[in-house]
């Protein structure tokens, strides 16, 4: 591709997020889905191998999973931030600052990345007792020291994606993510089984994989030179205010995932109490099942991010407005066919993480897990749609108090409620999950319209005035 070829497709990437919010939101989010799906797929690939060698095995990455997606939420929330500020920077007509936001939001990737590492793998195993890992510590320590070891991989991928995301390119991060995910796909039964190492094995297959990702990335970013953002020493201007920017959306964000990693710690804790390793297993399983039914509305979420900012950027509060009210009727439009695709084939689901003679025993409360939690997918869009719109504007603060309100007090308080003090046990647990998400969701939505309307009509009041 010559450098004219290059400036007409950046041309029409920047064109397409300032523009009409629908056709920017089904262009990026179809990408990003996708990609969601890769990752869960080899998520979910570890799940079912790991499950033939029996549920310890399966309980102990339902451990690590928690601090996984704190690794994983520290990546995103720098993605978010990045991806907001670039965004709303392109929105301004600020080119400048958009490319000082990227370099500031690499900068910032690798000092997290390496201090996290240190603090998580040397408290690693007191982490995993106090969360009740019980007999299980020393198959997640193994697991845990080598994902976590390799945390820079997992949070230069994000960022890098957020950036390009920012732009419009959707497409690249896709690729990289299908790489990633066919690699660890086919090495996965490789190293647990072939090369005798367990849970071991299925860790060093994510941390092999994901390097592949990282290296696209460097390409395209460093070296291929035909994205809008650019690297040179010479756009690079230190400012604590660009890191400001960064922070405000990041850090909310990350705690955002830190928050929801909690809620996992608190209702494994639930779960052991009620029925030991095995309710834990079988949250675990039936956990990366719904998640994967959430990648249609977190993809398009993260197409608002992008979408919102610009259109905030540029002061388009009508844009704005659409692009929350479309996302959150697309995502509840294929909620609607997932919550129904889940509950009518939950047994032949199960089935897939009961596959073994040591894991048969569990299916049958997978499959009932999967029919309780149906009804928790359809207002799921409303919430994701809002934290992402309020992150795209720069409000990462109230999209962090949404999902504490969502995940501390609502889903905690209802898990308690149904669990112990109704005796509903296990399945209170699942039933907490379902009501308390569903009304955090519909609060969220509720506030990001009210916010909205009002920017509206504060603008409109100024160009009334003025």
């Not at 990026?28 to 799906?37: G, K, N, Q, T």
């Not at 994983?72 to 936001?101: E, H, M, P, V, W």
């Not at 995301?165 to 990633?180: H, I, K, L, S, V």
């Not at 955090?440 to 009041?461: E, H, Q, S, T």
Request: proline share 2%; with cysteine; glycine share 10%.
């Amino acid at each position: 591709m010559n450098s004219n070829d290059s400036k007409k497709e950046i041309d029409q990437r920047i064109a397409m997020i300032t523009g009409e919010p629908k056709r920017a939101i089904r262009v990026l989010s179809v990408p990003m889905i996708i990609s969601m799906f890769l990752i869960m797929a080899y998520n979910l690939a570890d799940s079912i191998w790991v499950a033939g060698l029996g549920p310890n095995a399966l309980a102990a990455l339902g451990f690590i999973n928690p601090l996984f997606f704190i690794v994983i939420g520290l990546g995103n929330g720098l993605a978010a931030g990045a991806t907001s500020l670039i965004a709303r920077s392109i929105g301004a007509d600020n080119k400048k600052n958009a490319d000082n936001a990227a370099i500031h939001s690499m900068v910032l990737t690798l000092a997290v990345s390496l201090v996290s590492t240190i603090i998580i793998l040397i408290s690693l195993s007191n982490i995993l007792f106090l969360v009740g890992a019980g007999e299980t510590v020393g198959l997640a320590t193994q697991y845990g020291q080598i994902v976590f070891g390799g945390m820079i991989l997992f949070m230069f991928s994000s960022v890098a994606s957020g950036i390009l995301r920012a732009e419009g390119d959707a497409n690249r991060p896709m690729y990289a993510m299908a790489a990633t995910a066919i690699l660890n796909i086919i090495i996965d039964p490789i190293f647990i089984y072939y090369f005798g190492w367990g849970v071991k094995g299925a860790a060093w297959a994510t941390i092999i994989s994901s390097g592949i990702s990282c290296i696209l990335m460097v390409y395209w970013l460093f070296l291929k030179g035909d994205t809008y953002i650019s690297f040179s020493r010479e756009d690079f201007k230190a400012s604590w205010k660009v890191v400001k920017d960064i922070l405000m959306v990041g850090l909310p964000a990350s705690a955002e995932s830190f928050v929801m990693s909690v809620l996992g710690v608190v209702l494994n804790l639930m779960l052991v109490i009620t029925g030991g390793a095995a309710a834990v297993a079988v949250y675990t399983a039936g956990w990366r099942v719904v998640m994967m039914a959430m990648i249609i509305p977190i993809g398009i979420g993260t197409a608002a991010i992008t979408v919102s900012g610009a259109a905030y950027g540029a002061r388009n509060y009508k844009n704005l407005s659409n692009a929350l009210s479309y996302s959150a009727k697309l995502g509840l439009g294929i909620a609607l066919v997932t919550a129904t695709i889940s509950y009518v084939f939950a047994g032949y689901i199960a089935n897939i993480f009961s596959y073994s003679s040591q894991s048969a025993f569990m299916a049958p409360s997978i499959a009932s897990f999967l029919q309780v939690m149906f009804l928790f997918y359809l207002p799921v869009p409303l919430g994701v749609t809002a934290s992402s719109v309020f992150q795209g504007m720069g409000k990462g603060i109230t999209s962090l108090i949404l999902t504490v309100l969502r995940e501390v007090v609502f889903i905690s308080f209802f898990a308690y409620l149904f669990a112990f003090i109704l005796d509903f046990g296990t399945v209170g647990v699942w039933w907490g999950i379902v009501v308390g998400g569903g009304i955090g969701c519909i609060v969220a939505y509720i506030w990001a319209n009210m916010f909205i309307n009002r920017l509206k009509r504060i603008d409109g009041y100024f160009e009334k005035e003025y």
